[in-house]
């Protein structure tokens, strides 16, 4: 049995504040895509074909490219934040754990980048 508080037993644990703006980012960015999403789903249902020419002329409507871009933006950052979440709270061995959040955001980031120039070049044309 300890004498000590609950406070004195966790000073030097680090800081409660440290998670806040990761744990706000992550409603952010769920709040976004919940019209993001919706919007995708039934722009893509409207279509009778999902071929190649229908996409890339849809694509080219400057408001279409707009939403595609802040969609993935939302979508990537998003997945990056919540599988670092369950990273860190089930990968024991802090090594494997740095190394698997930084593998992780670097794919999702490059992933990201992927999405967005490919709209962005359908979308200017070249």
């Known amino acids: 049995m300890s004498l000590r508080s609950p406070l004195s037993q966790a000073r030097g644990l680090g800081s409660a504040k440290d998670g806040v703006g990761h744990w706000w980012m992550q409603r952010m960015t769920a ?3 919940i019209p993001l999403s919706l919007w995708f789903v039934f722009s893509l249902v409207r279509f009778p074909l999902l071929d190649h020419a229908t996409m890339v002329a849809w694509i080219h409507a400057p408001l279409v490219a707009v939403a595609l871009v802040l969609f993935f933006l939302a979508m990537f950052y998003h997945a990056a934040l919540g599988v670092q979440v ?3 709270d089930y990968v024991g061995n802090e090594g494997v754990k ?3 959040i930084l593998v992780t955001k670097f794919a999702l980031f490059a ?3 992927a999405a967005i120039f490919a709209v962005l070049k359908i979308a200017f044309g070249a």
Do not use: K, M, Q, R
């Open 31 to 33: 709040i976004a895509l």
């Open 86 to 88: 369950v990273i860190e």
């Open 98 to 100: 740095l190394v698997s």
């Open 111 to 113: 992933f990201g980048a």
